[in-house]
């Protein structure tokens, strides 16, 4: 008989009922506070979608392809605080995934990724959708383990979400054959122990605030958990107190800003604006962030951007608790509670007349509600956006940390479902809206509160400016390459078709008018806003 000794008194299962392993580990996973599993299940993945029923705490969340599972799972995380799980459809639903796993693995979210497998008697008869799955699962996962054994399937889910926590979060890949699904296991496991942020000592601590109290040039460089109001009213007062720069990373994974939250400038995107703004600095006192690099090489220009003769200090790398350390130093150089420099409360006026990128980023200024959580994968045309909302009321603004587009859709509709009663703005680039766009179908079947502004400028314009940075010499052909207005995307039908009322904008005036309604509807709706390219 199993032992179910450590089961919870509101199991759905009651005691004596043996448990396969997939009811095993869903309920090991909610009793460990992951009660969220998005994901796009295949035939090795049926006796988790059946134990669905029998543990009704998890909250499961269909996607239609898995690159929009992944992405929600690290938008929910970023915002719970707290890892969600994922569920894909072995090696090729892994590979479909990727993207988005590569993009939360960059933003230290903490992931459960559950990759379903064979039966592991299957495998040896290379049937059509076997594959190395843990070599495909290699470069996003921190920490990867082949569940083989039933008895042992609900341990190994407890470890996994204490793997995801990390610190810092990273994900945390199970792969789970069909046959441990199926099997009698031995029950649920307790909940494991989470690991906190590790503390800053006080000699790093008591190092950083002589470098600060010298009076020679220096910058905070901040990111992951100190981009949270705590850590940014921390590194104001420093700032402030010191007379350092505060620059944040380029594309932090959370940031909270607007009026009453301390500002802070992020480091620029092009390199010569990066190395403008880090120019002279003397000590880069990295706190939870890499170095700074230019994303990209390009003939002749430099992949470091740390200005010559400037020397890096870390304060805290991702993982440590660098509220408290930037707490500490600000303490050790007497930086007044106080001195934190707020953002002032200001609306940008409705704007009129052509719709661009300032008069679009003008009508999200006017109106973005307060506690909104802005997902920006908005691009070059949406560019003005944050400089128009730095004064509106407080909200989240959550980046794309890796760079591999296709974030924002997905993110926002994991963002929306771990905050309920918050208001999601998505800043969607129409080419990078066009890889997860299945996403609104999700939105829709969970009711989420998701406003999407297509930015829809019908090009690939940051890839035109980037062919003339790289040096190339683009012919008409290259230019096609980079063009998406043959044939124009409709997304007032493409939203229409899968239930999410949609309207078109080509006016600022329209715009403004169809943003405030979009804002004021429950549910999700979409506002495609047509643009000229920026660039
Ligand atoms: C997964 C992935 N594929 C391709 C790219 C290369 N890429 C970078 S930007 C871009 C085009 C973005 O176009 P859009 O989203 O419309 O924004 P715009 O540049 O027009 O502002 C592409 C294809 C990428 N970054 N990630």
């Known amino acids: 008989m199993n032992d179910h000794t450590s089961m919870n008194e509101d199991m759905t299962l009651s005691e004596n009922?043996?448990?396969?392993?997939?009811?095993?580990?869903?309920?090991?996973?909610?009793?460990?506070?992951?009660?969220?599993?998005?994901?796009?299940?295949?035939?090795?993945?049926?006796?988790?979608?059946?134990?669905l029923d029998d543990v009704p705490e998890m909250h499961s969340v269909l996607a239609l392809f898995e690159g929009v599972a992944t992405g929600a799972a690290d938008g929910y995380a970023r915002m719970a605080?707290?890892?969600?799980?994922?569920?894909?459809?072995?090696?090729?639903?892994?590979?479909?995934?990727?993207?988005?796993?590569?993009?939360?693995?960059?933003?230290?979210?903490?992931?459960?990724?559950?990759?379903?497998?064979?039966?592991?008697?299957?495998?040896?008869?290379?049937?059509?959708?076997?594959?190395?799955?843990?070599?495909?699962?290699?470069?996003?996962?921190?920490?990867?383990?082949?569940?083989?054994?039933?008895?042992?399937?609900?341990?190994?889910?407890?470890?996994?979400?204490?793997?995801?926590?990390?610190?810092?979060?990273?994900?945390?890949?199970?792969?789970?054959?069909?046959?441990?699904?199926?099997?009698?296991?031995?029950?649920?496991?307790?909940?494991?122990?989470?690991?906190?942020?590790?503390?800053?000592?006080?000699?790093?601590?008591?190092?950083?605030?002589?470098?600060?109290?010298?009076?020679?040039?220096?910058?905070?460089?901040?990111?992951?958990?100190?981009?949270?109001?705590?850590?940014?009213?921390?590194?104001?007062?420093?700032?402030?107190?010191?007379?350092?720069?505060?620059?944040?990373?380029?594309?932090?994974?959370?940031?909270?800003?607007?009026?009453?939250?301390?500002?802070?400038?992020?480091?620029?995107?092009?390199?010569?604006?990066?190395?403008?703004?880090?120019?002279?600095v003397e000590h880069l006192i990295l706190v939870e962030a890499a170095s700074p690099v230019s994303f990209f090489a390009y003939p002749d220009k430099a992949s470091d951007l740390v200005p010559d003769g400037c020397t890096?200090?870390?304060?805290?790398?991702?993982?440590?608790?660098?509220?408290?350390?930037?707490?500490?130093?600000?303490?050790?150089?007497?930086?007044?509670?106080?001195?934190?420099?707020?953002?002032?409360?200001f609306r940008t006026d409705r704007p009129s007349g052509a719709l661009n990128a300032e008069t679009f980023a003008a009508a999200i200024g006017a109106l973005l509600p307060e506690d909104a959580i802005v997902v920006d994968e908005g691009n070059t045309a949406g560019l003005f956006v944050a400089g128009f909302t730095a004064g509106a009321p407080a909200h989240d603004w959550l980046c794309l940390t890796g760079g591999a587009i296709g974030y924002g859709m997905p993110v926002a509709t994991g963002a929306a479902v771990a905050s309920p009663g918050r208001r999601v703005v998505n800043l969607q680039a129409d080419g990078s809206a066009m890889y997860t766009i299945q996403s609104l179908w999700t939105q829709v079947r969970e009711g989420l509160d998701v406003t999407t502004l297509i930015l829809n400028n019908q090009s690939y314009a940051i890839l035109n400016m980037e062919l003339s940075r790289v040096g190339a010499n683009p012919g008409p052909k290259a230019l096609e390459m980079l063009d998406l207005s043959n044939p124009t995307m409709d997304f007032v039908s493409i939203a229409a078709g899968m239930g999410v009322p949609a309207t078109?904008?080509?006016?600022?005036?329209?715009?403004?008018?169809?943003?405030?309604?979009?804002?004021?509807?429950?549910?999700?709706?979409?506002?495609?806003?047509?643009?000229?390219?920026?660039l």
């Not at 396969?20 to 006796?47: K, Y």
């Not at 715009?511 to 309604?517: A, D």
């Open 17 to 51: 009922e043996p448990m396969n392993g997939a009811q095993a580990l869903i309920r090991t996973l909610v009793d460990s506070g992951v009660d969220t599993c998005f994901m796009n299940p295949g035939t090795s993945e049926m006796h988790f979608v059946a134990a």
């Open 312 to 345: 890096v200090h870390v304060l805290a790398a991702p993982g440590d608790d660098s509220t408290a350390a930037l707490e500490a130093v600000a303490d050790a150089i007497d930086a007044p509670a106080d001195a934190a420099v707020l953002a002032a409360p």
């Open 81 to 280: 605080g707290r890892p969600a799980a994922v569920l894909l459809h072995l090696g090729p639903g892994l590979g479909n995934g990727l993207a988005n796993l590569h993009n939360a693995r960059r933003a230290h979210t903490p992931i459960v990724n559950i990759v379903g497998d064979h039966a592991t008697y299957h495998a040896k008869y290379d049937a059509p959708l076997q594959s190395d799955i843990v070599s495909i699962a290699k470069g996003v996962s921190g920490w990867i383990r082949s569940s083989t054994d039933p008895t042992a399937v609900a341990q190994d889910a407890a470890d996994s979400v204490a793997a995801a926590y990390g610190p810092p979060g990273q994900v945390a890949t199970l792969v789970l054959p069909a046959d441990v699904c199926w099997s009698d296991s031995d029950g649920p496991v307790p909940a494991p122990t989470i690991t906190p942020p590790r503390t800053v000592d006080a000699d790093t601590i008591e190092q950083i605030a002589a470098i600060l109290r010298s009076g020679e040039p220096a910058a905070l460089f901040i990111g992951g958990s100190a981009c949270m109001e705590p850590g940014l009213v921390a590194s104001s007062r420093i700032a402030a107190t010191a007379g350092a720069q505060l620059i944040s990373e380029t594309f932090p994974a959370r940031l909270q800003r607007g009026a009453g939250i301390p500002t802070v400038d992020r480091l620029g995107y092009l390199a010569e604006f990066a190395q403008a703004q880090l120019d002279g």
């Open 504 to 534: 078109r904008a080509t006016t600022a005036e329209e715009f403004t008018e169809q943003l405030e309604r979009a804002l004021a509807t429950p549910g999700p709706n979409l506002v495609e806003a047509i643009l000229p390219p920026t």
